[in-house]
């Protein structure tokens, strides 16, 4: 039911900046405009302001124009101010209008969405353990190491090695132990995509009513154990309760310093990757930070 008012609020402004678009080019070639509504259907309430008829209709689903002369007439003749009485390149201009607004609704909203408001990004920039004798594991990564730096550009967080490692051909990576010990590897363009994110066990955000939050899991809890099994990372936290739908498990977890225990049925849901196979969720997320993105 959500999706579908989204839909529909986001149909509805589209259309909203469509024809305001269309408006705004008609009084600027000085082509009379009548009505312009918000919604359609019968007039709840209307205002007229320089000649303009501004109105409020029943229907709350986006707008329209009414302009002067958009309607054929049989003798062919029209007033100057009227859109069937203007050259072709003046209409044409107003007709362009509309999505050449919608144009520069989406550029401002991704200044918004990028710029301002930003993408979340893992929060991480710890590499998580390889596959022993692995390709990773022969250039002495262990996992736990921190990504400091490629190709002399810093990291902050994973978002910035998705970034750098984006780039094609071999990378140099400097690292650094728990130790403050720093060395270098030299990363080959075929190993770029076998490299993870080391993540915690933490409950960055906990989904209400899902089987987390039932238990008693709130945002920011790390989760310690499940059955016998020291969790260590978030991988190994999701491959278990993937593993488990429907499955009653014992969890345990740190709220707020203090040890806590509690039972847990992941819900099945199936899996986007193959779609067919059901995987457990129980409605955490992983820990993310938000990055504001360069526009330029």
Same mark, same amino acid.
């Given at each position: 039911?959500?999706?579908?008012?989204?839909?529909?609020?986001?149909?509805?402004?589209?259309?909203?900046?469509?024809?305001?678009?269309?408006?705004?080019?008609?009084?600027?070639?000085?082509?009379?405009?009548?009505?312009?509504?918000?919604?359609?259907?019968?007039?709840?309430?209307?205002?007229?302001?320089?000649?303009?008829?501004?109105?409020?209709?029943?229907?709350?689903?986006?707008?329209?124009?009414?302009?002067?002369?958009?309607?054929?007439?049989?003798?062919?003749?029209?007033?100057?101010?009227?859109?069937?009485?203007?050259?072709?390149?003046?209409?044409?201009?107003?007709?362009?209008?509309?999505?050449?607004?919608?144009?520069?609704?989406?550029?401002?909203?991704?200044?918004?969405?990028?710029?301002?408001?930003?993408?979340?990004?893992?929060?991480?920039?710890?590499?998580?353990?390889?596959?022993?004798?692995?390709?990773?594991?022969?250039?002495?990564?262990?996992?736990?190491?921190?990504?400091?730096?490629?190709?002399?550009?810093?990291?902050?967080?994973?978002?910035?090695?998705?970034?750098?490692?984006?780039?094609?051909?071999?990378?140099?990576?400097?690292?650094?132990?728990?130790?403050?010990?720093?060395?270098?590897?030299?990363?080959?363009?075929?190993?770029?995509?076998?490299?993870?994110?080391?993540?915690?066990?933490?409950?960055?955000?906990?989904?209400?009513?899902?089987?987390?939050?039932?238990?008693?899991?709130?945002?920011?809890?790390?989760?310690?154990?499940?059955?016998?099994?020291?969790?260590?990372?978030?991988?190994?936290?999701?491959?278990?309760?993937?593993?488990?739908?429907?499955?009653?498990?014992?969890?345990?977890? %740190?709220?707020?310093?203090?040890?806590?225990?509690?039972?847990?049925?992941?819900?099945?849901?199936?899996?986007?990757?193959?779609?067919?196979?059901?995987?457990?969720?129980?409605?955490?997320?992983?820990?993310?930070?938000?990055?504001?993105?360069? %526009?330029?």
């Amino acid at each position: 039911m959500m999706t579908i008012v989204l839909t529909l609020l986001i149909l509805s402004v589209l259309i909203f900046v469509h024809e305001f678009g269309h408006m705004l080019a008609a009084l600027l070639v000085r082509v009379r405009v009548l009505r312009f509504s918000i919604g359609f259907g019968p007039i709840l309430a209307s205002k007229v302001i320089k000649g303009i008829e501004f109105a409020l209709s029943a229907v709350p689903f986006g707008g329209y124009v009414n302009l002067a002369g958009s309607e054929p007439k049989e003798s062919g003749e029209y007033a100057p101010d009227e859109f069937l009485g203007q050259p072709v390149r003046k209409r044409i201009f107003i007709i362009l209008a509309g999505p050449f607004a919608n144009l520069i609704l989406g550029f401002f909203l991704f200044l918004f969405v990028y710029g301002i408001y930003g993408q979340q990004v893992t929060a991480t920039r710890r590499i998580a353990k390889p596959k022993e004798g692995g390709q990773l594991y022969q250039l002495g990564i262990r996992g736990g190491e921190e990504i400091i730096a490629i190709d002399g550009h810093p990291v902050h967080h994973w978002g910035d090695v998705i970034d750098l490692l984006s780039e094609k051909g071999r990378h140099r990576m400097k690292l650094v132990r728990e130790l403050a010990d720093t060395f270098e590897v030299v990363l080959p363009e075929t190993l770029t995509d076998t490299i993870y994110p080391l993540i915690p066990p933490v409950a960055w955000k906990v989904v209400k009513g899902m089987p987390a939050w039932n238990a008693g899991l709130r945002d920011g809890d790390t989760i310690v154990m499940i059955d016998s099994v020291k969790i260590e990372e978030w991988e190994q936290l999701l491959e278990i309760i993937s593993a488990h739908p429907e499955e009653t498990l014992t969890i345990k977890w %740190i709220h707020d310093g203090k040890l806590r225990e509690g039972k847990i049925v992941p819900i099945a849901q199936v899996d986007v990757s193959d779609g067919e196979r059901k995987v457990g969720r129980i409605g955490i997320i992983a820990p993310l930070i938000r990055q504001r993105m360069p %526009i330029w």
